[in-house]
């Protein structure tokens, strides 16, 4: 098959984002994931970043992103242990300021399983988001490996899957 002298004009144009775009093997845009149930993993990155909280209505209310990457310690579908990105949390910055009461039902869910993360993570009880998420960075890129039960989860509503990860438990590190 010939390519179209015009089509490769107009490669040029979009090579930069075609280079800078992930592959999308039909995973979903967090890439692969594990299948449902329970999985050993280490937590080998953890990002935070800026990021808004979009309510139901569409506003957006400034607040935060925080997302962990995870690697199988056992991989029964890989000779090589596969990794995976972990479903972003995002939480609004000062919650008053949040008005349609399922966002309000979002942000709890979302900030008790922020918590949940850093609580397994860190093996112990934490009240200060700041210097929790500070400890577990510190943690997750120490020399010694983080370990902990990961639960994936997958809900379907309507066309769409959403995957959503909580740790249940620390292993080791």
């Known amino acids: 098959m010939a390519i179209d002298n015009t089509v490769k004009s107009m490669f040029a144009q979009f090579q930069s984002d075609f280079e800078s775009a992930q592959a ?3 995973h979903g845009g967090l890439g692969w994931w594990p ?3 329970d999985w050993e993993v280490f ?3 953890m990002k935070v970043e800026s990021s808004a909280f979009r309510q139901s209505d569409g506003m957006e209310i400034p607040g935060f992103m925080c997302q962990f990457t995870y690697q199988m310690i056992d991989d029964p579908g890989s000779e090589e242990p596969r990794t995976f990105q972990g479903s972003p949390i995002r939480v609004a910055a000062d919650p008053s300021k ?3 009461d399922g966002s309000k039902i979002k942000q709890e869910i979302e900030t008790k399983r922020l918590k949940g993360h850093l609580e397994t993570i860190l093996g112990k009880t934490v009240s200060n988001p700041q210097l ?3 400890e577990a960075d510190t943690a997750i ?5 983080i370990a902990v039960m990961c639960r994936c989860q997958y809900n379907t509503r309507g066309t769409r899957t959403y995957k959503t990860e909580y740790l249940t438990q620390r292993l080791s590190g």
Do not use: H, K
């Open 141 to 145: 890129s120490g020399e010694t490996p």
């Open 43 to 45: 937590v080998t990155a």
């Open 98 to 100: 949040i008005t349609v």
């Open 132 to 134: 929790a998420m500070e």
């Open 35 to 37: 299948e449902a149930g």
């Open 24 to 26: 999308d093997n039909g």
